[in-house]
Each structure stands twice: as C-alpha cells, then as structure tokens.
C-alpha cells in the first residue's frame, strides 16, 4: 500500500521536501476559564504536549490513542483548525504555525479533512451537490454551472450515483455520507487528507468498503494520509506507520508491521492485546492485558513518564523521569519507543506488577 | 445496520452502472426534497392552517384593492354621507341598504374605513415584523457565532431591551417624535427584534459546535460564508415559525397605539382608531366597534392558526405532541 | 448561588443604568418645548426662562442626569414639572391600584389557564381539549382593549339597560376603605387581563403536561400501580409547572410596571395610566420614574424566576 502508483511524479528525491509535514514539539493547551466579570484562567487541558512527528509525502500515518488522548487534537492543529501553544507546523517545508487566516487560504487547498460522524459533517439544509461544491465556491472556481460536471465526477469517483446531485443528506445511508465526505476532501486535489476516525461511525461491513475506497484514492492520486483512528486493526490495515499516542504524547511510533510484531511500549501492547481478532482460535488463547485505573486527567497529567500510575511494569524512576522517545536497544532506527522499560518479546506483562510504592502512584 | 447494508449494496450497484435504483428511494424521485418541501406537504394537509392562509390572502387582496372597492361601494373612506349617514341627533347610522355595516359618528362608511384600514393593519404588521427578524437574525447570529465580547456585549443589548416596559416607552417615543406609519413600524421593530435575536443566538451556538462548521472551516470559509452559507438554513426554521407569531403581535400592538391615539394619524383609519372613537358610541351603535373589531380579530386569529400550522409543520416533535 | 446571585445582581443594575440613560438621553434630545408646555402660550420670555431655571434644564444634560442620579440614591424621584407634586407621592397613590389590578388578575389567569391547560393535556382531542385550544387561541388573537370594550358592551352596557346594574364601568375604590366595593369595581378589569393573558397559560400547561405524562418515569409511576389523578396531579404536574412559574414571573412583572391599556379603558388611576398622562404631558420626571419602576419589575422577576427554577428543577444548577 505504500507503493506509490506515480512514484517518479510525486516523490521528490531529496530527503527535506519528502517531508510532506513536519510538526516540532507540538503543544496545545486548552485554557479552563471562570470569573464573575473578569475571566480568570482556572487551569488548562493538557491536549497535546511536545508531539514531534512528520508525515511523509504518498504514505500513510496512522494516529492511535483512546479517546481523548489527543490525537484529534493534534490532527485539528495540523489543518491550523487550533492554532499550536507552542512548537511548529511545516507543510511542504513552510512554517504555517503563525499564519494569518488569509495567509493560511491557499494552503487549506491542498489539506483536507475528513470527519468522523457522517451525520454531523454534512450540513442537512444543503444538497449534496453544493456540499461537495463547496471548496470550488469557497475558493471561487467557476460559476455554478461549471461546478456541476466537476461534482457529479467526484461522486462517481467515490461511487455515488450522480444523478442524486441534488439530494440531500438525510436521504443517505452512513457509509453513502461518509463517501460524499470524502468527495468533498478530494475535491481540490489536496496533496494531505487528514483523516479523523473516518470509518469508526460506520458499521464494520461498510468500514471495509471506505477503507478500500481511500486506498484506492491514495493509489491514484498520491495522496498522503494522516489516519486516526482509535481501533489498531483497522490503522494497523492501512497505514505504512504508526504513531500510538497516550495523554497528549506520542509513546511509540514503528512501521506498521513492526509495531504489530514487535510492540515495545507497555500501552501499546495493552492496545494490541484489546483489539479484536479475526481468527476465534486465536483470540481464545490470548491473554489480555487490563489496565488499571481511569485515564488520568489531562488538567493535572501525572509526572515522569504519563503512563505510569497504570503501567504494570512502572518503577521509580517512572514516576520523576520522562522517557525520551527514541529507538531502544534491539530496534530498527525507524521503531521509536518513549519508555524506561521496554517490554522484551516473549515477556508476558500480565504476570509482572509495578514496583513502585503506593502512596507515590496515588498521586 | 442491515438497512445501512441493502442501500450501500445498491449503491455499488449503480456506481457499476446498474440501472437498478435503491429499493428505498422511489425512481425517478432524483431531485431530493428539501425540509422546506416537506415542511410545505405537512402544512397543507392542516385545514385551519390553509382555511387562515387564504383568509390573508383575501385580506391581502382587499388590502391592496381599497381604492378600487370603495370606488365600487361609492364612498371614500374620509368621505362624510351628511344625508344618509347621520341621523338627525347627530348619531351613527345602523347597517342598511346604503351603508352595509352602518356609518360612524361623522357619517363615514364603516365597511370602506373597514378595507382601508386592513391597510395600515398589514403594511404595519409585516413590514415590522420584517424589520425586527433582520435585525434579530443579523445580531443573534453575530453573538451565537462570534460568542466572547461580542455576545456579552449584544446580549446585554437583547437584555436591555427585553427589560424595557415596552408598551410605556414606545408611548413615550411616539409622543416625542410625533405618530405616524413610519415611527409605528421603527417602534414596533425596535421592541420585538430582541426576542428574535435570543432564539437565534441560541440555536447560533449550538449549531457553531457542529462537525460541518468545522468542515467548512478547514476548507478556507471565511466567517459570512460560514454565519450566511451554513448556520442561517439551520436556524431558519424557529425563525420563520416565530415571523408568523410575530405579525399577529405587530399588528395587535399597532392597533394599540392607534387605539390609545399614538398611530397612524386621523383620519386616516385604522382598526384601532376606529374602535376608539366607538368608545364613546358603542351604547347606541353597536355596529360601530364590531366590525373593525372583527376584522381585527379574525386577521390576528389567522395569523396565529397560521403560526401553529407552519410551527407543527417544521417542528416533527410539537406536531407529534398536538397529534397525540 | 450567592456567586450567580451577585451576578445577577450586578447585570440587573447595568441594565437599569443603561434603560435610565437611554431614557433620559431621549427626553433631552426631544424637539419639545417642556417650558412652553407648562406656561401656556401667553407666557413671556421672562417666564420660561424662570420656569427652565428653576426646573434645571439650563444646565448640561450631564449635571441634569447627575442630579437626577443623587436624588435617586436619596431615595428621592423629583417632583413633576406641572403640579409639583412629589413623583414619590405620585407613584405612592397609583402602585396601589396597579398592584390591586395585576395581583387579583393575575390569580384568575393561573387558576383558570392552568386548570384548563391540565383538562386539554389529560383527554387530548376530547371536546373540552377543543374548547380550551380554541379559547386559547382567541385569548392569543384578542387585543387587550377589544376584549375591554366586550366586556363594557356585554357585562356594564346590556346588563344595565335590563335594569341589572352589577358591574360598574370604572373607577376605583381603595381595599382600605371598603373591599367589597374595591373588588366590585375591579372585577371586569380583573376578567379582561386574566382572560387575554390566560392563553399563554392554557398552552404551555398543555404543551408540557403532554410531554411529561408521555415520560418514561410517568409510566414507571403508573405500573406502579399509583392512581391516573395523582401521578397526574403529584408528579406530571409538579414538573410540567416549572416553564410556567418562568412565564407567570415576567407576566406578573409586567403588570406590575401598569397594564397601561386595560388602565385605560376602565378608568383606573393606576401606574400605566400616570406614565401616559405623563408621557404626553412631557413630565419627564413621572416618565422617568414609571419607566424605572417597570424595568426594576421586571429585572427582579427574572433574577426571582431563575431561583425558583432551580428550587423547583433539581436538574438545573446556577453557575
């Protein structure tokens, strides 16, 4: 899937540019504000902190983490949807992190998104035809007539019927409305689609269906995807890499297949070790990981390494010291795990417990 | 899910080029229904709603006919019938042959001050309910949409001006200003777009937390595509249900000032004026507060009839509860 | 609560200030001539000039509204430019009557559009739910003064002329000196007021107890086995109320601050009828202070009515 069909065209050869975007030590804090009159600041939501990743021109990146760990977050903060705290956005080697909303327009043409809830992406007061129009109107490409061809291609292209050109949402099944999601993602010719858990609404009989539909997409017109998601096996089909993510902080990014084979983060093999499995044999005979506890807070993270007051193999040193997230012993450069102690392969983590004492874990 | 399954089957089936359509949309049915289409098939099956629909229109007509009815009924409506109008003391003449709903205390003809008060009675009621739902529209949209300053600043406005004793203080405007057609529409706007702006506001903010503002956000739509393009269709329908509640009001508040003699100025008639000047006659001429007063009546019970229809019609879960 | 209270408070008073600037601001822009108004047309220059001087108007509208400003924290409303009456006194005779006129009304309203809205709610599409949805809709569309002058023809003029004299027309007599007669005289206006304004009561009593009595918990309460009158009366009502005491607050307030119209027509020396004497005699003072007075009703009632709805819905909190 990584193979790119227009290789020759749309992979530069020289490494800073194969960078489709670069983000530096992203930080995104959400202020909690009260006040009678004056709104004071309470305390902030930690979304994203200190996220380093870069996403390369024709693949396809998987972000993995559970609910709130802040990948869309991040992902909100690429298309310049929130603008960063702290750190840096590159696209296509320029820093869009600070530019103003006319400065960002022409780059919003060749980033697109695709959202989560079919329902609630497409506005129900308007025909299909004129949503997945939208980009051309909004970036003033031709006059509606024009348009219309341009449309009804691009609902062929993501197998709708366009004869249904002037219909209107509500009268699409989930799965027809994510494609018309998707059309209107494609519209532009974007070079990067960000992906915001595009197929978790969906039924898992039509997830397949928009799942082969963007990687069709992709093999067609090199398009670089930023894929999140919080289910594993379906980032684990699709994506060439994968960033797993945990309060805010990426704690493993690996290939694919690497990851899969080798997970090394002590979260990561609690998120494989839940993911489901096709082969009932299989399933049966492993043995899950249960994680302790709630996920803590991102108002007040926990100190040192984030996953500490659930990690079963969590130490001391976990609780005043931040791993750095960098290629442990044994790993591939490409395999990166932000971990004092990497789980060895074979090692089975439901049988090991935390040695750190309790009252320091409470806090 | 298997619903979601059968149609996502057919779909493939006409992307391949089947000419089978999916068995839940009937063929040939391609252009799709807007909610306003079905709002407009729900209405018209409401029988009081349609019987009030073409009361206005007939209303309207008359309206808009005045000059050419009074002609064909043969008095102006300023006209004094000095012969056949008044009787020897000096009174109003009862309903006749001459004067089908009788004279008033100066001999005029009660049916043609009747039509031509229908006049101000509309161009009053609609062109200020106009008036108040643009600036409502315009102004809850802003504080919805822009929220922060903006909305705290707007929605002390909205405040200040629900807080108002409105029907004291348009009386107090009036008197300064002097009456007239003009200040009474500019007066009845100004104490009734503030009800409008709140219900948009609030609809405003809940609609500014939809995915598809974000959608429209990440593709480079600048704030009036955004507040014009995406939030107003959503929000229009409260609007529209609240424009037909709001004439009805209008009109009884400008038949109000007009009664307490802060209208449109004699003699030019109004219902309200018209039923002023019968206070002091309704002993002897009972014809004489009726008809304007019916006529009043009966165009703002079909503006409100109306109002419920469309409300019901636009609103599944009211007209469920009616339905019940 | 005291946080939201405080608040409350606060932005209550921002919205006084800004409705007694705003009136102030209108009067002195006005194009009349309040010293001519109260000398007559013989006066001479000398006269008004006296008149404006003792009135204050010579000054700047800053040092006029800083006056009137002091004098309000004294507690002190000004007098009136024609009588030189004390605008505290004015008031103090006619709150009475207003108060007299929107509290019994007010109890003819809530009794009889609740009562009506909870029949229509408990048999829909029965006949009385008919009735009751059609007298709403009437009491909507009717104009407060057309529903006066019904009353006068009907109630004063036809029962008189048949030698029942039992309503008189106007007037007003203090509960202090006689209340039967005070009640006597004020029962049309009471009916005009409740009947137009029970209307609203009579659909959002309906309109809620519908959506209640169709809640899951409704249904609990009844497999229960608790009788039909008393989940009605006991748990649908208690929660469908909550809409209504919202409406019935600003309602009330409303009145409070002159039912200018019905005032009128039955001759009642009441609050709205002094700001309308005032407003077309250009009292600014009188003006000023009945405005005041009715924008402080309503204020408080909403701040009121947002504490009752938390006593009365546990779900709501005040932040």
């Known amino acids: 899937m990584s193979v790119n069909v227009n290789e020759s065209t749309n992979r530069p050869t020289n490494d800073a540019s194969e960078m489709l975007v670069e983000i530096r030590d992203a930080v995104k804090y959400f202020p909690i504000k009260q006040g009678v009159v004056v709104k004071r600041e309470i305390g902030r939501v930690h979304a994203v902190e200190g996220v380093s990743l870069s996403v390369r021109r024709g693949e396809t990146l998987g972000l993995v983490g559970e609910t709130g760990c802040g990948k869309s977050t991040l992902a909100r903060c690429v298309t310049r949807l929130h603008s960063l705290t702290s750190g840096q956005i590159l696209f296509e080697g320029q820093d869009i992190t600070d530019l103003s909303r006319s400065r960002v327009r022409p780059y919003r043409r060749r980033m697109q998104m695709i959202f989560q809830d079919p329902y609630g992406s497409l506005n129900p007061r308007r025909r299909v035809g004129s949503i997945i129009g939208d980009p051309f109107a909004i970036h003033g490409e031709g006059d509606r007539d024009e348009r219309k061809p341009k449309v009804q291609e691009l609902m062929e292209l993501v197998g709708l019927n366009p004869e249904h050109y002037n219909r209107f949402p509500a009268e699409f099944s989930g799965g027809q409305r994510q494609r018309i999601g998707v059309a209107r993602a494609l519209a532009l010719k974007p070079s990067l689609i960000v992906a915001d858990e595009p197929v978790s609404a969906l039924d898992v009989s039509i997830q397949a269906q928009i799942i082969n539909l963007l990687d069709d997409l992709q093999q067609e017109f090199g398009l670089t995807y930023l894929f999140i998601s919080h289910d594993l096996s379906v980032v684990r089909h699709v994506s060439d890499r994968i960033a797993v993510m945990y309060l805010g902080q990426v704690v493993e990014l690996a290939d694919s297949e690497e990851l899969h084979n080798r997970p090394r983060h002590p979260y990561t093999n609690a998120l494989l070790s839940a993911a489901s499995v096709a082969d009932p044999d299989q399933a049966a005979a492993r043995q899950r990981i249960v994680l302790t506890g709630d996920v803590p807070s991102p108002v007040a993270p926990p100190t040192g390494c984030r996953f500490h007051p659930r990690c079963p193999k969590a130490q001391a040193i976990c609780v005043q010291e931040q791993p750095p997230l960098v290629a442990r012993a044994g790993d591939p450069d490409t395999h990166l795990t932000a971990c004092h102690f990497p789980v060895e392969p074979g090692e089975d983590l439901t049988r090991v417990t935390a040695t750190i004492p309790e009252e320091e874990r409470a806090e | 899910m298997s619903a979601d399954e059968t149609v996502a089957a057919s779909l493939t089936e006409t992307a391949t080029g089947s000419t089978a359509a999916p068995a839940v949309i009937p063929a040939g049915a391609i252009e799709g229904r807007s909610p306003w289409q079905l709002a407009w098939f729900i209405l018209r099956k409401d029988r009081a709603a349609m019987i009030s629909l073409g009361f206005i229109v007939f209303i309207a007509l008359v309206a808009i006919t005045a000059p050419l009815l009074a002609h064909w009924i043969g008095y102006g409506p300023t006209d004094q019938d000095r012969t056949n109008g008044i009787t020897v003391d000096g009174l109003p003449v009862a309903p006749n042959s001459q004067h089908l709903f009788g004279t008033d205390n100066l001999g005029r003809d009660i049916l043609v001050r009747t039509i031509y008060g229908t006049q101000v009675s509309l161009l009053v009621g609609v062109a200020s309910t106009l008036l108040a739902v643009a600036m409502g529209v315009l102004v809850g949209l802003a504080a919805g949409y822009f929220g922060s300053v903006v909305d705290s600043v707007l929605s002390r406005a909205m405040d200040v001006v629900l807080s108002f004793p409105f029907l004291l203080f348009a009386i107090a405007l009036v008197s300064i200003y002097g009456s007239g057609l003009g200040i009474s529409v500019f007066v009845i706007a100004f104490f009734t777009w503030a009800a409008v702006g709140r219900i948009v506001r609030g609809q405003t903010l809940s609609i500014r937390e939809k995915d598809y503002i974000e959608a429209a956000r990440s593709l480079g739509a600048g704030d009036m595509r955004i507040m014009f393009v995406d939030v107003l269709p959503n929000v229009l329908a409260p609007v529209i249900v609240y424009t037909t509640l709001l004439i009805p009001i209008a009109i009884v508040f400008e038949s109000t000032l007009s009664f307490l003699g802060l209208g449109v100025v004699p003699p030019t008639p109004t219902w309200g004026n018209m039923l002023s000047d019968s206070l002091d006659f309704y002993q002897v001429a009972w014809w004489f507060p009726l008809f304007p007063g019916l006529a009043l009546l009966l165009t703002t019970l079909a503006f409100n009839l109306l109002g419920d229809g469309v409300r019901d019609a636009l609103d599944p879960r009211a007209g469920r509860l009616s339905q019940d | ?319």
């Open chain 3, 1 to 319: 609560m005291l946080r939201f209270l405080l608040r409350r408070l606060l932005s209550g008073v921002l919205v006084l200030w800004l409705i007694s600037v705003f009136t102030f601001g209108l009067f002195f822009v006005a194009p009349g001539d309040v010293p001519r108004l109260i000398c007559g047309r013989l006066c001479t220059q000398t006269q008004i000039n006296l008149i404006t001087k003792q009135l204050g108007l010579d000054q700047p509208i800053l040092t006029q509204y800083w006056h009137f400003l002091d004098r309000l924290f004294h507690g002190d409303l000004g007098y009136s430019y024609y009588n030189s009456e004390s605008v505290n006194t004015l008031i103090g005779q006619a709150l009475p009557v207003t108060i007299s006129l929107a509290i019994g009304a007010a109890v003819l309203w809530l009794v009889g559009g609740v009562s009506i809205g909870v029949i229509s709610a408990v048999k829909p599409r029965s006949l009385l739910d008919r009735a009751g949805t059609i007298l709403a809709l009437i009491g909507l569309s009717m104009p407060s003064f057309l529903i006066g002058i019904l009353l006068l023809y009907f109630l004063f003029f036809l029962l008189t002329t048949h030698g029942m004299d039992w309503f008189p027309p106007s007037g007003y007599v203090p509960i202090t000196s006689d209340p039967v007669e005070w009640a006597h005289h004020l029962v049309m206006p009471w009916c005009a007021l409740a009947f137009i304004t029970a209307a609203t009561y009579i659909r959002l009593t309906r309109n809620q107890m519908l959506e209640v009595l169709g809640e899951d918990y409704i249904r609990t309460a009844r497999s229960k086995g608790i009788s039909r009158r008393r989940v009605t009366i006991r748990h649908a009502l208690r929660a469908a109320l909550t809409p209504v005491v919202t409406q019935f607050g600003i309602d009330l307030a409303t009145l409070l601050g002159g039912a200018i119209v019905t005032e009128q027509i039955f001759g009642l020396p009441g609050l709205g009828r002094l700001a309308v004497t005032s407003v077309v005699r250009q009292d600014q003072p009188v003006v000023i202070a009945t405005v005041l007075l009715a924008a402080v009703f309503i204020v408080l009632a909403n701040i009121v009515v947002d504490l009752l709805y938390a006593v009365l819905d546990p779900r709501v909190r005040l932040t």
